[in-house]
């Protein structure tokens, strides 16, 4: 068992549970990233294992202790860390958005590419094989602005909500997967939002076996 002490960067959906990750945080700054996983085959986290002993649950730049019984890197998710059953996450601070410059992409690293655009978004997915190549699969960065977009999914009957923005000189358009923003912002089909200096956390997903691709989502946003 190691114990790793985290700041909370994302929070999002993800079938099964939930997705969480953070940047470990060492004496001296920053560590690298770290992916929570569970021992169950989805690897998502549940509810209960991020809540704390007191009720509450974890958010986003909580600071938090979590106990891990390996590293479990996959393929380009090499932050990928398996959890201890039955030990409880233990918060012993918080962050705020201005702590986090050091963890910060550089704005000239680019979001894995070349990438490929789907039907709603814009270069917000990369190929099985492009996934693969890459030896990371979590980012934090601070575009100058972007924009939160609210569109309707026929497929799925259901709103989804956007983040545009351009990054290494390429524009992005990618879903939305922080539950607490999507709420925030989830407020009509076609409202748009203009955000200065928004801080996002960028993961890209396992590989769709059905269409060999892999999604970036914005699975944390701070504002």
Same mark, same amino acid.
């Given at each position: 068992m190691v114990?790793?002490r985290i700041v909370?960067?994302a929070?999002?959906?993800?079938p099964?549970?939930?997705?969480?990750?953070?940047i470990e945080?060492?004496?001296?700054?920053?560590?690298p990233?770290v992916?929570p996983?569970?021992?169950?085959p989805d690897q998502?986290?549940s509810?209960?294992?991020?809540t704390?002993?007191?009720g509450t649950r974890?958010?986003?730049?909580?600071?938090?202790?979590?106990?891990?019984d390996?590293?479990r890197?996959?393929?380009?998710?090499?932050?990928?860390w398996?959890i201890?059953?039955?030990?409880?996450?233990?918060?012993?601070?918080?962050?705020?958005?201005h702590?986090l410059?050091?963890a910060?992409?550089p704005?000239?690293?680019p979001?894995w590419?070349?990438?490929?655009?789907t039907?709603s978004?814009?270069?917000?997915?990369v190929?099985g094989?492009?996934?693969?190549?890459?030896n990371?699969?979590l980012? &934090?960065v !601070?575009?100058?602005? /972007?924009?939160?977009?609210?569109?309707?999914n026929?497929f799925?009957?259901?709103?989804?909500?956007? #983040?545009s923005?351009?990054?290494a000189?390429t524009?992005?358009?990618i879903?939305?997967?922080d539950?607490?923003?999507f709420?925030r912002?989830?407020t009509?089909v076609?409202?748009r939002?203009? &955000?200065? !200096?928004?801080?996002? /956390?960028?993961s890209?997903?396992h590989?769709?076996?059905?269409?060999n691709?892999a999604?970036k989502l #914005?699975a944390?946003?701070i504002v």
């Amino acid at each position: 068992m190691v114990t790793k002490r985290i700041v909370c960067l994302a929070n999002s959906f993800r079938p099964g549970g939930s997705c969480v990750a953070g940047i470990e945080i060492l004496n001296d700054g920053f560590g690298p990233w770290v992916r929570p996983i569970s021992h169950r085959p989805d690897q998502a986290i549940s509810d209960n294992e991020k809540t704390y002993a007191d009720g509450t649950r974890l958010a986003m730049l909580d600071v938090i202790d979590i106990d891990f019984d390996a590293h479990r890197p996959e393929h380009h998710q090499t932050e990928n860390w398996l959890i201890s059953q039955g030990v409880r996450w233990r918060k012993v601070g918080e962050a705020l958005p201005h702590h986090l410059g050091g963890a910060l992409l550089p704005r000239t690293t680019p979001l894995w590419r070349p990438a490929q655009s789907t039907y709603s978004g814009r270069n917000d997915q990369v190929t099985g094989q492009i996934a693969h190549a890459s030896n990371w699969s979590l980012a &934090l960065v !601070n575009p100058a602005i /972007c924009t939160v977009d609210v569109s309707f999914n026929p497929f799925s009957n259901s709103n989804e909500v956007w #983040v545009s923005f351009e990054w290494a000189g390429t524009p992005h358009k990618i879903k939305l997967t922080d539950p607490v923003q999507f709420a925030r912002f989830n407020t009509g089909v076609g409202d748009r939002y203009t &955000l200065e !200096n928004a801080i996002l /956390c960028i993961s890209l997903a396992h590989v769709w076996a059905q269409r060999n691709t892999a999604s970036k989502l #914005v699975a944390g946003l701070i504002v």
